[in-house]
């Protein structure tokens, strides 16, 4: 039994990380979000 917790865990651990890559990324790539402002708005 301990043998097979051993094996699973690094599996279990891997697919956390990548759910929590792939739910994190969206959000980074929202606040990092800068548009180009336009030239009637520039001074």
């Known amino acids: ?3 097979l ?3 699973l ?3 279990i651990f891997s697919f956390l ?3 929590a890559a792939v739910g ?3 959000t ?3 606040f990092w979000y800068q ?3 336009p ?3 520039r001074k």
């Open 1 to 3: 039994m301990k043998r």
């Open 35 to 37: 548009p180009e402002v």
């Open 17 to 19: 990380a990548l759910a």
């Open 5 to 7: 917790v051993y094996r």
């Open 9 to 11: 865990l690094p599996t």
């Open 28 to 30: 980074c790539a929202f």
């Open 39 to 41: 030239k009637a708005l």
């Open 24 to 26: 994190v990324k969206p």
